[in-house]
């Protein structure tokens, strides 16, 4: 088996749509399609049939593609089962521990609520890459629309227990704004400046940030890092409780003009 290969499709103001395809296989997914030219535009590039839409939440910039590409190549819509109502042409529901396969390139699903209720991650476990829309960014976390701070920690730590080398794929290029607030929070964190050092060489040349993977996250993503003794002292709360200094983080954030 070869590994699925995965190409970035940028999409509005700052959305990634991923392509995830196997050649020898026929077979290609797109992640999270939030409008269907660009994709199909790359589709064409590349040189593929879409065969497979993945969903990982409802949002408008994460679904606005499903039914356009659905009549187009009438490929199959996955998506939260949880979540059904609210992800147009879905014909396949998924919730926790299910597996869906993509040819032969199996994915464990993950749920991981808070930014919606019910958002889900692919997990393509022997692909080494995990798919998690607004949950999880390089260096952030989405914001919280219909969960509480626990829910989203509990969905966070999830996806920690992943091993570091998973790939990780999120659906917007924030990175850059993202370490802007790192930095705010754990300035003397080196693995955070030596990463936005390079962030900003890249983000000159127009270039995509992602993927990440696990263990940079790790060490530099303020939102995992509740441990982090600087970030404790930066908020005030050298004794409080992991998901606390979480909350706490997050609020700053979203108050945070960078
Ligand atoms: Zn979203
Ligand atoms: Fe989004």
């Known amino acids: 088996m070869t590994t699925l290969q995965i190409e970035p499709v940028p999409c509005l103001r700052d959305n990634y749509a991923w392509l995830a395809f196997d050649r020898d296989e026929n077979v290609c997914a797109v992640v999270d399609p939030s409008e269907a030219a660009p994709v199909r535009r790359a589709l064409h590039a590349h040189g593929l049939l879409l065969t497979h839409i ?24 996955v998506g939260p089962g949880k979540d059904r109502a609210r992800i ?45 829309g607004d949950t999880l960014f390089a260096m952030g976390c989405g914001r919280l629309f219909e969960g509480d701070p626990p829910t989203m920690w509990s969905s966070l730590s999830k996806l920690l227990t992943l091993p570091d080398s998973t790939r990780v794929y999120c659906g917007h290029e924030y990175t850059e704004a993202n370490g802007r607030f790192a930095l705010t ?54 004794g409080a409780s992991d998901v606390d200094v979480f909350a706490a983080t997050r609020r700053r954030k979203d108050s945070f003009q960078g």
């Open 54 to 77: 993945l969903n990982t939440h409802h949002h408008p910039d994460h679904v606005g593609g499903n039914l356009e590409l659905h009549r187009e190549f009438g490929a199959e819509i």
């Open 88 to 132: 147009p042409g879905i014909s396949t529901g998924v919730v926790e521990g299910d597996r869906y396969s993509v040819g032969s390139h199996s994915a464990v699903v993950l749920e991981i609520p808070a930014h919606t209720r019910g958002h889900i991650a692919f997990w393509f476990e022997k692909d080494a890459a995990v798919f998690t």
């Open 185 to 238: 929070v754990e300035p003397s964190n080196p693995d955070l400046n030596s990463r936005m050092a390079e962030v900003r060489a890249i983000r000159k040349e127009g270039r995509p940030t992602l993927p990440s993977n696990i263990g940079i996250e790790k060490k530099t993503n303020p939102f995992l890092r509740v441990s982090s003794p600087e970030i404790r002292r930066s908020l005030g709360m050298p």
